[in-house]
């Protein structure tokens, strides 16, 4: 009977959520502004929707190929005077970067999703480190103690007045509740500003890497990812597997199609980094750690994805870019919000669960969560058939008594 | 044995598929007494699979507001719908709910059947129906993953209609429709039937008919999921519908077509969050109030009970849900 109060609990987190008023209205104000945001950008650069298809036959080659690419990157990067790793599970991340990074530092921290996969921030924390999120979003949740609830903005769940009295809290700077988002964001500004630059480590994951040349595309639009990536002396990226393409032309097209499905005509900021920094000015010499970090580490993420790989429909689970388009297209979400999910959300998040996490009972939950609607496939920029894959999920779930 | 991870609302459903071929668990006599007094024959090459949900929808209704009423207590649904004894201890005599039904709306349930039958025979087709020999088509036992028992059900359901001597059939309930067509060939090894939704039978046909309803009226339409996303029926509806004098037709500004939002009713997701399913009828109900329109068409069983629950909860008492067969009747007539 365990199973069936694990599933109680779930369903009451769920409808908890769903009379949660306030989780309403910021799901809904942010549901209008992408679906506005993303027709305008779709309508200003229409050849994205046949570049999406050009990227779902990049990806259905790459994701094969995942662990060959993954390979290839790290030998490119050691030839850039990086270093690359691969970790073939959540303990081995954390233990390579934990290795790198010991303990007393400072660290600032730019969004992944991978590393949220693998608890990253909190063990770090636990390592004896301080922390800090420099995301906006992130930076919300990190303070407010919750948890991410989309995956491009993961405070989708806190409407502006929550923020304006979280910071009067925690920045000792007082805020009024009828301030303007941008005075809420400004406050924000001046109180990371510093961290960036005492900073011992920057970490970052990264939205597309390649083979080649083992370059890591970062997109972004707060200009955290370029702080902190840029202005300590050690820059460590964790990345998935799934996001290895073999070329910087197929990377373009990747990065771009991500972008304008997240709802963005242009992102402020596409960094694109492939070593530590370095100088030949003198003599022609070249000369590692200029005004850049002097060291960069990427590790390459297994965590279940090369099993995930091989299977024939679940498999499309690692198409996904995470533009966070299909999320906005949930009936399910517009009420829960993350809650219909765990460490990524909705039906596709069912399958991330059980796979990569193997838990199998939160999958369940998940997946049984799913309204198997399709709204979520017609979003999405590679034609994941979430339906398909809940369908799937749930026969091999049910029928494994 | 099947999986204790399959939740209670989806295990009662699928237990009732089994034993009783109906999603209620009650008498197939039940089914069929819609189609009293139409004289459709039992044995025809063509048939019209009328479906659970069109068939029972007085009874659906009423137990879905009686499950909701649990879940929305501090019991949940979830033990109701796994144990008979509970059932009994919490004074819900379902099989009682249902003839009380059956007593009180024996007319006015299954219209929108009526309605299409109405409908086939004005453009010439002449359908049979098999009443207390159809099977069914077991989507749910497929949505709750049990596919196994889906196999087994699409076999029997297979054989049924072929020794019924059934040849072509028009699905109605997108549900039933997308199973028959789309998934019994996975199964069903030969798979021979010829599988119609009735949109694709009747849409031509029905344009070249003077279309006129009774009265003036803003109308909008909401998109059922399996109909729209898996069947592809984006247009059918809306021909008809701009076809018909009197109808204007206004639509939600994003979610329409492909994008329409579902009615929070699908695939058992009512059985598994009853109070959960009736929040997301509520949002859609509201999504299409929004282009002030006087009736919402739709065309699927589960939409229906779910729009209606959703005007309900609203309590909007000045627009009425149709199905899109009620309406083409409604037009054709005048």
Known sequence: MKKSSNFKDYKKEIMGATHDDRLRLALSRSIKSFRANIKDALEKFPHTIDMAEEVLEIKKKAIPRMEELARQAIETIEENRGKGYIARTADEALKIIADLIGTGKLIVKGKTMTGEEIGLREYLEEQGNEVYETDLGEFIIQKMGSRPMHITSPSIHVPREDVAHLFSKVIGQEISVDSDIAEIVAAARDFLREKFFQADIGISGSNVVTAETGTLYIIENEGNVRLSTGAPPVHIALVGMEKLVPTISDANKVAEVTWRYANYTIPSYVSMVSGPSKTGDIEKVTTYGAHGPKEFHVIFLDGGRTELAKHPVLRQALYCLRCGGCLYECPVFAVTAGHFGDKYFTGIGAVWSAIISGDIEKAASIAYTCLTCGRCKQRCPVKIDVPEMIIELRKSLAESG | ?334
């Not at chain 2, 039992?42 to 649990?70: D, H, K, N, P």
């Not at chain 2, 009526?114 to 949505?143: D, H, N, S, T, W």
């Not at chain 2, 031509?204 to 009774?214: A, I």
């Not at chain 2, 058992?268 to 068409?297: H, K």
């Open chain 2, 1 to 334: 044995m099947d999986s204790e991870l399959v939740p209670p609302g989806l295990t009662y459903l699928a237990d009732n598929i089994v034993s009783s071929q109906n999603i209620l668990g009650v008498t197939r006599e039940q089914s069929a007494r819609w189609a009293q007094g139409l004289n459709l024959p039992g044995e025809s090459e063509t048939v019209l699979f009328a479906g659970c949900g069109y068939q029972y929808s007085g009874q659906l209704e009423a137990l879905m507001s009686t499950i909701r009423g649990i879940d929305k207590s501090v019991i949940g649904a979830e033990l109701p719908l796994r144990f008979a004894r509970f059932q009994k201890k919490l004074g819900l005599n379902l099989p009682e709910i249902y003839s009380r039904v059956l007593a009180r709306n024996a007319d006015t349930e299954a219209q929108p059947l009526k309605a299409a039958v109405e409908v086939l025979r004005k453009i010439g087709v002449e359908p049979g129906y098999l009443a207390e020999e159809e099977p069914c088509c077991g989507a749910p036992l497929y949505q709750a993953g049990l596919h196994r028992k889906f196999a087994e059900n699409a076999r029997q359901a297979y054989q049924k209609m072929k020794s019924a001597g059934v040849k072509q059939v028009i699905g109605i309930v997108p549900y039933c429709t997308h199973a028959i067509l789309k998934l019994f060939p996975d199964y069903i090894e030969g798979y021979d039937l010829e599988v119609k939704h009735f949109l694709e039978i009747v849409t031509e046909n029905l344009l070249e008919h003077e279309l006129q309803f009774p009265r003036e009226v803003r109308v909008t339409y909401h998109d059922p999921c399996q109909l729209v996303r898996y069947l592809s029926m984006v247009e059918e509806p809306r021909q008809i519908l701009q076809a018909i004098k009197g109808i204007e037709l206004v639509e939600p500004d994003w979610t329409t077509r492909e994008y329409a939002t579902c009615c929070g009713g699908g695939g058992g997701f009512e059985a598994v969050f009853p109070e959960l399913s009736q929040v997301l009828a509520v949002n859609r109900t509201r999504e299409l109030l929004e282009t002030g329109a006087e009736i919402i068409v739709t065309h699927c069983p589960g939409c229906i009970m779910q729009l209606k629950d959703g005007l309900r909860e609203l309590k909007v008492d000045n627009v009425e849900v149709l199905d899109l067969t009620q309406v083409i009747a409604m037009a054709i007539e005048t």
